[in-house]
């Protein structure tokens, strides 16, 4: 089936649970089915399918959503800020910290940057104005980088904060 | 533009939606701060891995498929079984669960063709764009103007001279040509020009692809395919051999006139 990869791949980095998911993704293709009438001609189909995917994830509810996740993202070694170079950056480190991020978050980053929509795309799939789409995009890359080259004075004064 | 409005811009710079003049100018403001510089390149690069290793996974999708196909059996047959209260005989079930898949190849396969007709639409987008950029704003670009030079390049892109010459029809006469792109396909782009108005032509080997879209209207047979993307006018035909794209003012009908002369004459 065409995009059921993509979908699935979303999915499960949504809900962080593979049963949820594939629930989801199998909603997704029965509503398209039920629904092609309502596909207009000419318009996006990968766009259309995300839209409905993500229709589905929020009428579940917090119930098939990810639960906050108990283990906190080990910080890294501390590295300089500013060109990081991140073309070798460890993937199960990579992994994780996409995980931690919030649901927003993550969810700009998957259909942005892992999927290869366009912010416009984004605004249709998420009914979001192109504005909020792109702040959102801004924080979010922001957030991945903040987890994964933590600051040495940050860290030290959220450390401080803490005690 | 400063650093603020490079930070602000940076999502649509990423994904390639900023338009020429803008992206310009982040360009140009990139080669004079290298911070800005810096931290774009370790996005694009963060950017990389991620889609590196994220969209890299494997992913099994064929559990969720096939349990997709059979609710979609269940629900044909649900259709199926008001009729008597007694489970459908085998036969009938069978049918149906047929039936169903082959709705659900059908549905898959329109789902794919509209992706088709949707890379149809960038054909024609960068056909429009590129008339805009080259004949409109008269954007710089080495021209053969030459009768036997654009005759040579045409024959090098196996396409028979006089099909450009055919569409030199009064008072238009073919001025220039040269190649381009559009799709990432080779064009060969030939502007006509009656001395005031220009209009352009993209020609290309047909092949085996055909130029899906919605169908203006049917002329000596062929189909003529018709898009308006801002001030052009997109009209598309395809003859036994050729592609043949005409751009033109919105407000002319050049394009429709000669995408018809193109499916009556070549």
């Known amino acids: 089936m065409p995009h059921s990869r993509s979908l699935l791949r979303v999915a499960r980095r949504l809900t962080l649970n593979s049963a949820a998911a594939e629930d989801i993704v199998q909603e997704t293709f029965l509503r398209a089915w039920r629904s092609f009438d309502q596909f207009e001609a000419g318009s996006n189909a990968r766009a259309w399918l995300f839209r409905i995917l993500f229709n589905v994830f929020y009428a579940q509810g917090r119930k098939a959503r990810s639960s906050a996740r108990v283990v906190p993202f080990p910080a890294p070694e501390s590295q300089p800020r500013g060109g990081t170079d991140f073309s070798a950056l460890d993937a199960a480190m990579l992994s994780a910290a996409l995980d931690d991020l919030s649901e927003e978050h993550r969810t700009v980053i998957l259909l942005a940057v892992v999927e290869g929509f366009t912010c416009r795309e984004l605004a249709e799939i998420l009914s979001l104005p192109i504005g909020t789409v792109m702040s959102r995009l801004s924080r979010a890359r922001q957030s991945l980088r903040e987890i994964l080259e933590p600051p040495a004075p940050r860290l030290a004064r959220a450390q401080a904060s803490a005690k | ?266």
């Open chain 2, 1 to 266: 533009m400063d650093c603020n409005q490079v930070g602000e811009l940076a999502p649509l710079y990423l994904t390639g939606e900023l338009d020429r003049e803008r992206a310009g100018a982040i360009d140009a403001h990139l080669k004079s701060c290298p911070s800005c510089m810096c931290e774009l390149e370790s996005q694009a690069q963060l950017d990389a891995r991620i889609r590196e290793v994220i969209g890299g996974e494997k992913v099994d999708a064929g559990g969720v498929e096939e349990r997709v196909l059979a609710r979609i059996s269940a629900e044909r047959l649900s259709i199926v079984r008001p009729i008597s209260e007694r489970p459908a005989p085998l036969h009938r079930r069978r049918w149906a669960i047929a039936a169903a898949a082959v709705a659900a190849v059908l549905l898959l396969a329109a789902v794919s063709y509209l992706d088709l007709i949707r890379r149809a639409a960038r054909v024609y987008a960068d056909a429009a764009s590129d008339h805009r950029r080259e004949v409109i704003q008269q954007e710089p670009r080495p021209w053969l103007s030459d009768r036997a030079a654009i005759s040579e390049l045409a024959e090098k892109q196996g396409i028979a001279p006089s099909a450009l010459f055919a569409l030199s029809s009064a008072p238009y006469h073919i001025e220039r040509a040269r190649l381009c792109f559009l799709d990432g396909k080779i064009f060969l782009h030939a502007v006509y020009t009656d001395g005031e108005r220009e209009f352009s032509v993209y020609f290309r080997v047909r092949g085996d692809q055909t130029l899906p879209g919605r169908a203006r209207e049917i002329d000596n047979g062929r189909i003529l395919h018709e898009s308006t993307l801002g001030n052009q006018q997109v009209a598309g035909v395809q003859t036994k051999d050729l592609t043949v794209m005409v751009v033109s003012d919105r407000d002319s009908d050049d394009a429709l006139h000669v995408a018809r002369l193109a499916a009556e004459t070549l």
